[in-house]
């Protein structure tokens, strides 16, 4: 019964350790994701700004050259923090439900704890009485 207790406990332990790391590693996504976030707004504002250009400047072929280059560069960095952006999503979302599972876990595990620390039987652990 104490060897129970003490694996009880140290698995308590892991999936707490489990857990902060968890946390952890969801705070970072959430800091990464809103620096995407914000990458992306400057990105679609520097990919507006170049429109803008594009249209003060369709007389003058170099400069009109110049403009697409400038766009095209922005777009693709636009659709680059697009991508990281829905990537950043999807394992924000995947942690969170590894997570979800963890806490789930860490709660049976504490009510298991619990009976186990209540029981005064064996039969106490099982719902019944010896």
Do not use: C, P, Y
Request: negative net charge.
């Amino acid at each position: 019964m104490a060897d129970l207790q003490v694996e009880n406990e140290s698995m308590v332990r892991r999936l707490e350790e489990q857990l902060r790391d968890a946390h952890a590693t969801n705070a970072e996504l959430r800091e990464r994701f809103v620096a995407s976030e914000k990458e992306l707004k400057r990105f679609r504002a520097e990919g507006t700004e170049a429109l803008r250009r594009l249209n003060q400047v369709e007389e003058l072929s170099l400069q009109l050259k110049q403009a697409e280059s400038f766009a095209q560069a922005a777009s693709r960095k636009q659709r680059d923090a697009e991508h990281e952006a829905d990537r950043l999503r999807v394992e924000n979302e995947e942690l969170q439900a590894r997570f979800d599972a963890v806490r789930a876990e860490a709660e049976q595990l504490t009510e298991l704890n619990l009976r186990i620390s209540g029981a005064k039987h064996i039969g106490d652990l099982f719902g019944g009485a010896q």
